[in-house]
C-alpha cells in the first residue's frame, strides 16, 4: 500500500515536467508561425530540455522504487 | 481579445500558459497565491479565471467563492494536473464552473475560451437584463419621484377608482397606465384608445361602438372600446382633445356605467376602470375649457403627475444602459456608452423627456464607432422644444415692452441658438430669409 502511495506520488512529479514540455512544445510552434525573435524560441528549446532531464530523474526514482 | 487570469503557484505552468494565451491574442495576469488572485481582482475586471484547485494559502474555491461576489462575474474554468482529479472536482458540482486537464494545449485555451465569447453574447445581456428590474414589470427608475409613483399605482391598483394621468410629453402616460393595468391583476388585456387622433365622425362609433348599418359605411356591427375593456382596464389617450360636443355621451357612460352603440336602443352595461392621459395642465384645462368640469372629476378621481425626467436625472443612467441592452439584443451587438456621454446626457434637459432620451440614444446607437463599441452621441444635444431656450425669452420679456422689441430680441436669440446661421433662423421663425435680413438691415439703421 505504501509502495503504490510512493510511486502514485513520483509519477505525479514526473507528469509535472512531462505538462511543461508539451507546453513549451505547443509554445514554440506559435513562436515559428508568428516569426517571434530566435532567442526566444532557444531560450523555450532550452527549458524544454531541463524539463527532460527532471522527467528523467523521475522516471529512475520511480524505476528505483519498482526495484524495492 | 479577452482579459484573462492564470491563478496557479506552478509558476512555470502559469508563465507558459500566459505566453501562449498573449499568442492567440488575449490579456493575461498571473496569480500565485489565492491572495494574490483576490488582489488582482479588486484591481481589474476579468472575462475569464483559469484556475488550479490547490493552491499553498487555500483552494481555488476560495477565489470562486470571491469572483461570485463580483458585479461582472468571470468564467472560470479549473485547471487540474491529473484526470483524476478532474472528475472528483466535477462531482463537485460548482454551477458554471469549466475543467480541462494538463497539460493545457493550445486548442484546449482556444475551445474554452470561445465558449467564453459565444457566451458573453447570451449570459452578459441575460444577466444585464436581470440588472433592471422593471416595476410592474413595464417601469424602470429608482429614483425618489418614481418611488413615490410607484407608491400611488399600487395604492389605485386596489381600487377601481378612475385615473387621470398628467405630464408632459413623452414622460411615459401609456407605460404608466399599463403599470397599473398589470398591477391591478387583471385576467384581460388593457385597450387602450387615442381620442386626439380620432375623427369627430368616428369617436361615438370608436367609444360606444355601432350596429350594421347605423351608419353610411358600418357593414358590420362594432363593440367600442368601452364593452371591449369589460371586466379590464381602458386607457384613453390625450382625452382633453376630444371634442367638446362629444364630451356629455362620455360622461353618460362613466356616470350609469352604460353605453348605447350608435344605431341600438339596447343600453349595454359596461364595467372598466377608466384610465386617461393628458399632457396638458390642470389650470389649463379648467381656464380654457378643455373639458367639462363633471367630466374631469369623473376622470380624475385619482390624478397622478408623472416626473418629468429633468426631475429624475439619477435614472438616465439606468434608462440609458436598458435602452443600450434593447437595442444590443435586437442587432446582436455590444455597444456601450462611456461616463463622459453619461454626464452629457445627465446635463441636458430633456423637453421631450424619456421619448427623446430613447430618440437620441437610438440616433447615438446607429452611428456608434465600431473600433471602440461606443455610442457617438451629437456634439450638442438640442430640441425645438428645449425649456432653456423658453426660459431665456421668458426671461427677457416684459410688460409695457414693444412688439417691435420682443421681436428683435426673439430675431438675437434665434440667431444665437443657430449659431449665426440665417437660413437655420429664418427657418425657424416661419419668415423668408429675405425677410430675415430686411429686420436685420432696419435693426441696424
Known amino acids: 500500500m505504501q509502495q503504490q502511495q510512493s510511486i502514485t506520488k513520483l509519477v505525479h512529479d514526473a507528469r509535472a515536467p512531462l505538462n511543461q514540455i508539451s507546453m513549451q512544445a505547443e509554445l514554440i510552434k506559435m513562436m515559428v508561425e508568428q516569426n517571434a525573435p530566435l532567442d526566444k524560441i532557444q531560450q523555450t528549446a532550452a527549458k524544454i530540455i531541463q524539463n527532460c532531464q527532471k522527467c528523467s530523474e523521475e522516471l529512475s526514482k520511480i524505476s528505483e522504487q519498482a526495484r524495492k | ?445
Open chain 2, 1 to 445: 481579445m479577452l482579459k484573462v487570469l492564470i491563478v496557479d503557484d506552478d509558476s512555470e505552468f502559469a508563465d507558459i500558459s500566459s505566453q501562449i494565451l498573449e499568442f492567440i491574442g488575449h490579456d493575461t495576469y498571473i496569480a500565485n497565491s489565492v491572495a494574490d488572485a483576490k488582489q488582482w481582482l479588486s484591481v481589474e475586471t476579468f472575462d475569464h479565471i483559469f484556475l488550479d484547485f490547490m493552491l499553498p494559502d487555500g483552494s481555488g474555491l476560495h477565489v470562486i467563492e470571491h469572483a461570485n461576489q463580483l458585479d461582472k462575474k468571470p468564467r472560470i474554468t479549473l485547471i487540474t494536473g491529473h484526470p483524476l482529479i478532474k472528475s472528483i472536482i466535477a462531482d463537485l458540482s460548482i454551477p458554471d464552473i469549466g475543467y480541462i486537464t494538463k497539460p493545457v494545449e493550445r486548442a484546449d485555451f482556444e475551445a474554452v475560451l470561445s465558449q467564453n465569447k459565444s457566451a458573453k453574447k447570451t449570459t452578459v445581456t441575460k444577466t444585464k437584463q436581470q440588472e433592471f428590474s422593471q416595476h410592474f414589470d413595464c417601469l424602470i427608475g429608482e429614483s425618489p419621484a418614481m418611488q413615490s409613483l410607484y407608491k400611488m399605482i399600487e395604492q389605485v391598483a386596489k381600487t377601481n377608482a378612475n385615473v387621470m394621468l398628467m405630464g408632459e410629453s413623452g414622460v411615459g402616460k401609456e407605460v404608466v397606465a399599463q403599470a397599473i393595468h398589470n398591477a391591478s391583476n387583471l385576467d384581460k388585456p388593457l385597450v387602450a384608445t387615442n381620442c386626439g387622433a380620432l375623427s369627430k365622425d368616428l369617436i361615438g362609433s370608436e367609444l360606444f361602438g355601432h350596429e350594421k348599418g347605423a351608419f353610411t359605411g358600418a357593414v358590420a356591427s362594432k363593440k367600442g372600446v368601452f364593452e371591449q375593456a369589460n371586466d379590464s382596464t381602458l386607457f384613453l389617450d390625450e382625452v382633453t382633445e376630444m371634442p367638446i360636443d362629444m364630451q356629455p355621451n362620455l360622461l353618460r357612460v362613466l356616470e350609469n356605467k352604460t353605453v348605447v352603440p350608435l344605431g341600438s336602443t339596447k343600453q349595454v352595461k359596461v364595467n372598466c376602470r377608466v384610465i386617461s392621459a393628458t399632457n396638458r395642465s390642470i389650470e389649463d384645462i379648467a381656464s380654457n375649457n378643455i373639458l367639462r368640469e363633471d367630466i374631469y372629476f369623473r376622470l380624475a378621481v385619482f390624478p397622478i403627475e408623472i416626473p418629468q425626467l429633468r426631475q429624475r436625472k439619477d435614472d438616465i443612467p439606468l434608462l440609458v444602459n436598458y435602452f443600450l441592452m434593447q437595442m444590443n439584443q435586437e442587432s446582436q451587438q455590444n455597444i456601450s456608452i462611456n461616463q463622459q456621454q453619461l454626464d452629457k446626457l445627465q446635463s441636458y434637459d430633456w423637453p421631450g423627456n424619456v421619448r427623446e432620451l430613447r430618440h437620441v440614444i437610438h440616433r447615438a446607437f446607429i452611428m456608434a464607432d465600431t473600433d471602440s463599441q461606443e455610442i457617438v452621441l451629437p456634439e450638442r444635444l438640442h430640441s425645438p422644444f428645449s425649456t432653456q431656450k423658453n426660459t431665456t425669452l421668458s426671461h427677457g420679456l416684459t410688460a409695457g415692452q414693444t412688439i417691435e422689441d420682443v421681436e428683435k430680441e426673439l430675431i438675437k436669440v434665434t440667431l444665437e441658438e443657430v449659431d449665426g446661421n440665417k437660413t437655420l433662423a429664418a427657418e425657424m421663425l416661419g419668415i423668408s430669409t429675405k425677410t430675415l435680413y430686411n429686420r436685420l438691415n432696419a435693426y441696424e439703421n
